[in-house]
Every structure is written in C-alpha cells, then in structure tokens.
C-alpha cells in the first residue's frame, strides 16, 4: 500500500514517529510525508524551519514548495507536488489541515485531474461547533463531499462532522502517539535532589502552558485546600499566569513548595514527569476565543496524559474535551473548575498510596497497548484497510 501525508506537523522528526511505524508494519508499505520546505512556527520557536528530504526505504520525507509559511489553512503546495504525485501514485492520501484546509483541497482536485483513485483522507482535531459563511463553508462543503474517510483527534470533533452531514467513515485517533522508548517509568534521585523534592514529598505535577483555560488556578485553589498535606507543586512550561501563580503561592504560604522550572527540551520531559507522584491535566472549556471560522476552545486530547501514564504515574484530569475518553476508568476525572472535587482526588491518591500504584499500572497497560506510536499506527492501517475495501465491495 502506498500512503502519502501531508502537513506542516512532520517538519519536527520527532513527530513522524507513527508514521515510520505504519511503514515498517508489513512488507509492502510505504510512505512518502509530504512538508512544506519552509515554515514559521511562531511562538516561542520565532524562527524558519528549512526542511530537508530524508529517504529510509520505505519511508521518506520529501519538503515541496509552499505559499503561506505559518497559516495552516492556507497552505497550499507548488507545482514539484504534480511530478511527486505522479511517480508516486499513492492509494491513500492523507492531508492533516483540517477541514477547511486549501492543502486539502489542493491534494482532492489534483488526485482526481492525475487520475491516481486514491482515497482522500483528512485529519482534524476541532471539537466544537461552528458556523462558516461564503467562501469557507463552500470550501468545507467540497473537501466532505470528496472525502472517503475522516480521522478525528477526539470523539467531539467526529460527532461535529456528523452534525455537519458527513456520513462516511470516521476514526477516532490522536494524530501523534507516545515514544514508550523516552517516556518510561525511571527513578530519578539527582534530579530530585537538585529541585529539592525529599522522599516523602507528594509531587503534583503539571506540563503545558501557563493559562486561564489550563485550569492552573482551579489546581492552586485545590492545594489550598490540602495545606495538612506534604505536597510540592512542580510546574514545567511557562505562560502568562505565571506571575500570578507566584503571588497565590506567596500568599497562601507556600512559594516554597511551589517549583516552575521553563523550557525543558522534549526528550528532558519524561525526566520531570518521573519526579511526579501524580499528573494534573484541569483543562477548562472557554468561549473567550474567536477566530474567522470559529469560536472557543475545549482541551482537544491532552498528549501529556499518555506520556505520563507511559511513566506510570497516575493521572488527574478534567472533564474538559477529550480528557475523560483519554483516561477512562486508568485514572481519575473531576468536573472541570470544581476545585473541591479535584481536592478530593488528589486526597485519594495521597492516603492512598496503594489505590496510587495500581491506577499508575492500569495508566501504563493503556497507553502501551493503545497510545504507542505502533499502536497508533496498526489502528491506521486498519482504517486504511477498510477504505480500500471498502472501494472493492
């Protein structure tokens, strides 16, 4: 099977994990990635990534001439995608911009006037409803009406492409699975006895950014609450809520046990997340964003859940988005916001060390069998399988 993908995700090889995964499945598989050749991220990477082909046998990494270089719905490739597209002939196409993403478009006219028969597939990670005008909603309209299969991040986002009449086949899958190689369970004493966490510390950990809709207050409010207890608070990212987290702490009496470290590299993550005795994802729906085609923001997965349950630690989260579908019934879930049942969680795990642990091993039996980037990529396999089928039948 040939499978060709295409976004601007892939520039970090990180990222491509599942998908040279998915070509070393089984003889037969390969799988051409399809990035722009430059791109600017923004944010704190305030610089432009110049991407590089790379050729593994059966996988390859091939940057094509793009316009719109940090506008993922406007991005659209240059005319070396024609002459790939026919040496390549793949059966699957897959672009991940969404939706509404002119890439997709692009990949949808160009499959059809090449003649190639593939199957046209996107992935899109937004979960909440929206409403289009002239000429976007006629730009959705013809990407659904070509596409033979949809993977959605989350269960949200698939039931808002139902609401929106797609009736084909939809999988519901995180774009990116968790390196089982980087994030696993590790003592780490050195680490420990640099930030100062003693052995008896209960260690309630968060990873992200630091902003309203995380739920990092909601998380300050709980540990108020639990003062009696011999928590730390340890804190990796940065944000704009960073100076009033400090003043809360110094406030409430505990800056001491409240620890920020920034900008920890990827592959330092799983280090940190180690130290923890819990992993805290409070995530809070909010309506306060808007942009042309949409309005709000809900917590789309939550990939730092799977890393940590990849660690054993055992995870806490909200009822925000996807969150609870992440977690299930291998860790605990409050309502989003309610401070006093996210106290109660953390209680439980604190006096109950034991209840602790198993939930850590039922976390890592999860991620191992459903969230590894080979896991991942044996699920999209099989979608792919079912497509072509699909066709035959």
């Known amino acids: 099977m040939k499978i060709l993908v295409a976004s601007h995700t892939y520039i970090v090889d990180l990222n491509c994990e599942k998908l040279r995964a998915l070509s070393q499945l089984e003889p037969g598989i390969e799988v051409t990635v399809v990035v722009p050749k430059s791109w600017k991220p923004g944010g704190v990477q305030n610089t432009t990534i110049e991407t590089q082909y790379r050729d593994e046998g059966t996988f390859r990494i091939v940057p094509v001439t793009n316009f719109s270089q940090n506008h993922q719905g406007l991005l659209t490739f240059g005319t070396d995608l024609i002459s790939l597209l026919r040496q390549f002939r793949p059966q699957i196409i897959q672009v991940e911009q969404g939706s509404r993403g002119l890439a997709y478009t692009q990949m949808i006219a160009l499959n059809h006037l090449l003649g190639l028969k593939a199957k046209n597939i996107f992935f899109t990670w937004w979960n909440l409803p929206y409403e289009l005008k002239l000429p976007v909603a006629l730009l959705e309209k013809y990407n659904l009406n070509h596409s033979h299969g949809i993977i959605s991040g989350n269960q949200d986002g698939a039931e808002v492409l139902r609401q929106r009449g797609y009736k084909g086949l939809i999988k519901v899958m995180p774009q990116l699975g968790v390196d089982e190689s980087l994030f696993t369970p590790k003592t780490q004493p050195e680490l ?202």
Request: with cysteine; glycine share 8%.
């Open 192 to 393: 420990a006895t640099k930030l100062g966490i003693a052995s008896n510390d209960f260690v309630v950990g968060f990873v992200g950014r630091f902003v309203q809709e995380k739920g990092l207050l909601t998380l300050l409010k709980a540990l108020i609450s639990l003062q009696n207890y011999p928590w730390k608070l340890l804190l990796l990212g940065r944000g704009l809520l960073q100076e009033e987290l400090i003043k809360i702490a110094t406030e409430n009496n505990f800056k001491e046990r409240l620890l920020i470290v920034e900008s920890v590299p990827h592959n330092e993550v799983a280090n940190y997340i180690n130290l923890m005795s819990t992993l805290v994802l409070p995530s809070e729906t909010t309506y306060n964003f808007k942009t042309l085609t949409s309005v709000g923001w809900k917590e789309q997965f939550g990939h730092v859940i799977i890393e940590a349950m990849a660690c054993q630690v055992p995870v806490i989260g909200s009822d925000s988005g996807e969150i609870p579908y992440v977690i299930g019934d291998a860790g605990l879930v409050f309502p989003e916001g309610d401070a006093r049942a996210l106290a109660s969680c953390l209680m439980q795990l604190i006096e109950k060390p034991d209840f602790a642990q198993s939930l850590g091993e039922m976390g890592y039996q999860k991620a191992m069998v459903k969230y590894t980037n080979k896991a991942l990529a044996k699920q999209q396999f099989e979608f792919y399988q079912e497509l072509v089928n699909e066709g035959r039948s």
